[in-house]
T-cell receptor, first 112, second 109 residues
Framework: NAGVTQTPKFQVLKTGQSMTLQCAQDMNHEYMSWYRQDPGMGLRLIHYSVGAGITDQGEVPNGYNVSRSTTEDFPLRLLSAAPSQTSVYFC???????????FGPGTRLLVL | GQQVMQIPQYQHVQEGEDFTTYCNSSTTLSNIQWYKQRPGGHPVFLIQLVKSGEVKKQKRLTFQFGEAKKNSSLHITATQTTDVGTYFCAAPYGQNFVFGPGTRLSVLP
């Protein structure tokens, strides 16, 4: 099993550009989440999904969109990138709401 | 919403010294999880504690859940350079978990 995979690993964007961060898992987990990690602030939840076709907002959803058309994939879309979105983004999946979370390797995003 | 505090924010130890990080919640928790993130890496699950007063050990790591289920600790005995990283606790909040800010451990050889 590959676990949770994320692409790209690194990305540089200009302010106003849009892009999609890809996340896929092969563990047949129902729950998937997107976090951003900024220095000294731990991991903050952006959006999450409890199954295909179901998504909801986390703590910091503004400026991001998600969709969950399949169990395996959970892409994160930046609509119009801003310097404040410079961060490391982690995708995670888990089997149930209180289960272990498995994190992807992360995407490092720099918005100029 | 759920908030989780962790202390200390940073800890520098000499190799062989012990290390402890503490996690505190204002509310009673049904369970608590601990994760480790190596520099440049991603968080990796260490353990989940569920019972009041529970103590679990993983080699040199000892995890404890408080009697009131509002706090938890992670203790590392005789640190090694491989213990370097940031340790996060995570508390349940609805269908998700809220992560503490983490304790960054550096180990001087």
């Amino acid at each position: 099993n590959a676990g949770v995979t994320q692409t790209p690993k690194f990305q540089v964007l200009k302010t106003g550009q849009s892009m999609t961060l890809q996340c896929a898992q092969d563990m047949n987990h129902e729950y998937m989440s997107w976090y951003r990690q900024d220095p000294g602030m731990g991991l903050r939840l952006i959006h999450y999904s409890v199954g295909a076709g179901i998504t909801d907002q986390g703590e910091v959803p503004n400026g991001y969109n998600v969709s969950r058309s399949t169990t395996e994939d959970f892409p994160l879309r930046l609509l119009s990138a801003a310097p404040s979105q410079t961060s490391v983004y982690f995708c995670a999946s888990k089997r149930g709401s209180q289960e272990t979370q498995y994190f992807g390797p992360g995407t490092r995003l720099l918005v100029l | 919403g759920q908030q989780v505090m962790q202390i200390p924010q940073y800890q520098h130890v000499q190799e062989g010294e012990d290390f402890t990080t503490y996690c505190n919640s204002s509310t009673t928790l049904s369970n608590i999880q601990w994760y480790k993130q190596r520099p440049g890496g991603h968080p990796v699950f260490l353990i989940q504690l569920v019972k009041s007063g529970e103590v679990k050990k993983q080699k040199r790591l000892t995890f404890q859940f408080g009697e009131a289920k509002k706090n938890s600790s992670l203790h590392i005995t005789a640190t090694q350079t491989t213990d370097v990283g940031t340790y996060f606790c995570a508390a349940p909040y609805g269908q998700n978990f809220v992560f503490g800010p983490g304790t960054r451990l550096s180990v001087l050889p």
